[in-house]
């Protein structure tokens, strides 16, 4: 088994990986048929110089996957007094449960051992803020969000046969979640209520699953998968939406 420290060590760089924005590479070179160049195709086509392209069925300006509606990054900080919930455990069949019902909520749980269990409640005002980690085999995260301010959760688990819930209802404010598995036969099934939902899912290995529902205004969700054997794209989104699918093996 890994040390405690190895754990923690584990859920930051998860977090990090997972809320980092995407390189982008670039170079100097245009590409042919450069519509913003010289020639018979200057300002048609693509955007340049404020064009905003062709409009109409065959055209690209406007029909994006997105159709436009792209909710602003999500990004919430920590609330804001350093107080909170905070249990470590070690070892096995152990539960760990955090009820919170004020205005700045911060819960942190981390378990290292298989068959665990962690469940999260955080109702009414104020922000809140979950971060969950779990290292070994048939554990099992259940988180539940709920109120009128923003809801973020950060979650990480390693092994196998490992289970996430989580469930945010926001009203009108943003949700957040940030989920990554490690490791065969993990599930996680996602429900979210309310305006600007944001999930960003990541599962590595073999034989795993998950399960989205969005609910509400500008609704976005990336799914990552990379193993065998992996889920049908079991995907519920209501609203304005943008959706991104990778699968490799």
């Not at 062709?54 to 900080?77: K, L, W």
């Not at 760990?96 to 068959?115: K, M, N, R, W």
């Not at 301010?149 to 092994?159: D, F, I, K, R, Y």
Request: overall charge negative.
């Amino acid at each position: 088994m890994r040390k405690p420290s190895s754990l923690v060590s584990l859920l930051a760089a998860a977090i990090l990986v997972l809320l980092s924005p995407p390189a982008l590479a670039g170079n100097d070179k245009t590409p042919p048929g450069n519509p913003c160049g010289d020639g018979p195709g200057v300002g048609k086509g693509n955007p340049c110089n404020g064009n905003n392209g062709n409009r109409g069925s065959n055209g690209n300006a406007g029909n994006g996957s997105n159709n436009g509606h792209d909710p602003e990054p999500f990004e919430i900080d920590r609330p804001g007094n350093d107080r909170g919930a905070f249990i470590v455990q070690i070892g096995e069949a152990s539960t760990a449960s955090i009820s919170q019902a004020a205005e700045s909520q911060y819960a942190l749980i981390v378990q290292a051992g298989p068959d665990n269990q962690a469940d999260v409640s955080q109702t009414g005002n104020g922000a809140h803020y979950a971060a969950v980690g779990q290292l070994g085999w048939d554990n099992e995260l259940r988180l539940d969000q709920s109120g009128p301010s923003a809801q973020v959760a950060l979650l990480t688990q390693e092994g196998g046969w490992n289970n996430m819930i989580v469930d945010q209802r926001g009203s009108s404010i943003s949700n957040g979640v940030a989920a990554l598995q490690f490791g065969s036969g993990n599930d996680i099934n996602l429900k979210q209520e309310g305006s600007d939902n944001q999930a960003l899912l990541v599962q590595v290995g073999s034989g795993n699953e998950m399960n989205v529902d969005q609910h509400g205004d500008n609704n976005q969700l990336s799914w990552t998968q990379i193993g065998n054997d992996l889920s049908r794209h079991m995907v519920s989104q209501t609203g304005n939406q943008t959706m991104q699918i990778i699968q490799s093996r």
